[in-house]
């Protein structure tokens, strides 16, 4: 079902026109109901081209919004709110997508009771695959969640977290496409070195990681049994596989999420 508020984005970078693209492309939003703001003229005609209100500041942009959308690099956050502050009130419900800022932060620079939901999406939002996170703030209920939800299972998959696990999100799924476009990558050259055209090769091993994760996702069943069926006695799933145990694959992914957990824990500190 299509909604009906009006969503306004501060902050026009990246995840942010992922988010908008997708959103438009589920269907859930009209152009007609999105504005975003940004600094940068060549942003907002690149966002403009997508049919939305692209404007400079970023109290133009959320104007009649119901919803905002605080997509601003972390450090930009509290001078962000504070040129809203007097503009946002409890009627409306503030989004932060801004990674290692905790709900208390963008709550301290708005007025009491402005409910505040935080979440870790990710870039695959803007083909409706994204995976996301949301977590609440002191003041969002069950009706703000519910909305979150809504607004990002329409770009993928979403799921509700303590705060607390945010960290650990953004290590797993946030930075997520990184690590699974490095095993594209990997797994297209190893296709070419044994002959196959690079076109065909990147088709094949894109499409793969694609199917085996919705065999997962949709089986509700364990990877490992999945592996287990393709991997026969004596064949060649298994030589395959016996190679990435060797060369610690399995370790590395582990070490990588832990990696940018704490990066990301780096981050909030700060």
């Known amino acids: 079902m299509a909604l009906s508020q009006q969503i306004a984005f501060i902050g026009g970078g990246a995840m942010a026109e992922a988010l908008i693209r997708g959103l438009i492309r589920?269907?859930?939003?009209?152009?007609?109901?999105?504005?975003?703001?940004?600094?940068?003229?060549?942003?907002?005609?690149?966002?403009?081209?997508?049919?939305?209100?692209?404007?400079?500041?970023?109290?133009?942009?959320?104007?009649?919004?119901?919803i905002v959308v605080i997509a601003v690099k972390p450090t930009i956050v509290p001078q962000a709110l504070a040129d809203l502050r007097e503009g946002l009130e409890p009627r409306r419900l503030v989004l932060t997508i801004a990674g290692g800022v905790p709900t208390s932060d963008v709550e301290a620079c708005l007025a009491p009771g402005v409910p505040v939901v935080r979440v870790m999406p990710n870039i695959a939002a803007q083909v409706c695959g994204g995976a996301a996170a949301i977590a609440g703030g002191v003041a969002a209920g069950p009706e703000h969640l519910a909305l979150a939800e809504q607004l990002f299972s329409a770009v993928g998959r979403c799921v509700r977290v303590p705060e607390g696990m945010m960290d650990a999100v953004t290590g797993l799924s946030g930075s997520g496409p990184g690590y699974i476009c490095l095993l594209i990558e990997g797994l297209a050259d190893g296709g070419v070195k044994m002959g196959l055209p690079r076109d065909v090769a990147l088709t094949l091993a894109a499409q793969?990681?694609?199917?085996?994760?919705?065999?997962?996702?949709?089986?509700?069943?364990?990877?490992?049994?999945?592996?287990?069926?393709?991997?026969?006695?004596?064949?060649?799933?298994?030589?395959?596989?016996?190679?990435?145990?060797?060369?610690?694959?399995?370790?590395?992914?582990?070490?990588?999420?832990?990696?940018?957990?704490?990066?990301?824990?780096?981050?909030?500190?700060?």
């Open 208 to 270: 793969t990681l694609l199917g085996a994760a919705q065999l997962v996702l949709e089986s509700g069943e364990h990877p490992g049994v999945w592996k287990d069926r393709v991997a026969t006695p004596g064949g060649t799933t298994i030589a395959g596989l016996a190679a990435l145990e060797a060369r610690g694959v399995r370790g590395a992914l582990i070490e990588a999420v832990e990696a940018a957990t704490r990066r990301s824990q780096e981050f909030s500190k700060k």
């Open 26 to 66: 589920s269907g859930l939003c009209a152009p007609t109901q999105i504005a975003a703001s940004d600094v940068a003229a060549a942003r907002r005609d690149a966002l403009s081209t997508l049919g939305i209100r692209a404007v400079a500041e970023n109290r133009a942009a959320v104007e009649g919004a119901d």
